[in-house]
């Protein structure tokens, strides 16, 4: 396969595929509790992918075996079974927007922890619209379906948790194939979620004769198409294309994610939720061009050797 048809096609996988696990948890959560959810998505994911590279893993460092651990950890665990909990009462179109705002959270990080990634002043004013755009969203929901604002706390815990799992993968340079690294992360997260799903009382209370097949059919949905395709095809994008164009994801993901929720779903979507999504969008827009313009000034350099990072660059 050409090198341009793998390009669109991993495109394709993260602007499709992920954008509609949305809409695969919130069927999925309709007989699978949260954390057993993402811990079979994760978990059966990367085992799949680890038997996919098992001829790699004895030449991986133990530095990097601690690193992608930990990433696993931040992504799987604080973003994707957060994710999951909150989407129990929080519509996926609503989740999708909210997670949404991951690059801000990437450069609040910066501005707080200042580092070898200076953030422009262009670039913070971008989150003045982007936080409004949040509270927007989680002001309308909480007034329309009735419900706490609490899930929308979960859901920027779980965008905090993703962008704290790309400030820690930055400084990793890649020492094993996309797939390798992929299958630690998630047999690492998908792990642990096991252990808070059994901690919890999710899988001593779980009758696998009571899951629907609809249930069914989003989990295995997640597992090929979530963390395989999707998260394999992530990974190779962030060692061939430029990262600010694949960080483009975060704002095509919640069009995806609300169109599913609304049309398939039925699920209520607002004038007001459509400014703040449109505010959010706009503010990861400002940013994207703000870094890649920060990338071509930093390229033109002599010797650049230090490249941006994106979510789950390990």
Known sequence: MSRRLLVIGSFAAIYLLWGSTYFAITLGLKSIPPFLLMALRSLCGGILLLAMSAGEVANL???????????G?????????????????????VAAIVLATIPFWILLIDVLFPGDQRPKPFALLALVP??????????????????????VVWLLAAALSWSAGTILSRSMSSQASAILLSGIQLSIGG???????????EIGNFR???????????????IIAGSVI??????????????????????????IAVLLGTLVLSEPFSRLMLLGA?????????????ERATSRRTNDRPNPGIGHLSPNKT
């Open 73 to 93: 950890l931040l992504f799987f665990v604080g973003c994707h079974g957060v994710l999951a909990f909150a989407q129990q009462s929080v519509p996926s179109g």
């Open 130 to 151: 982007g936080f409004f755009g949040v509270g927007l969203v989680a002001w309308q929901n909480v007034e329309q379906a009735g419900i706490s604002i609490l899930p």
């Open 191 to 201: 792990t642990v979620l096991f252990a808070i799903s059994w901690l919890t009382g």
């Open 230 to 255: 999707g998260f394999v095809a992530y990974n190779w994008l962030l060692e061939n294309v430029s990262t600010s164009l694949v960080s483009t994801y975060t704002f095509v993901n919640p069009v």
């Open 278 to 290: 449109g505010l959010v969008i706009v503010s990861v827009i400002v940013i994207w061009l703000a």
């Open 61 to 71: 460092s133990a530095q990097a075996w601690i690193r992608a651990s930990l990433c």
């Open 208 to 222: 696998p004769s009571e899951v629907s097949l609809t249930s069914l059919a989003a989990a295995l949905w997640l």
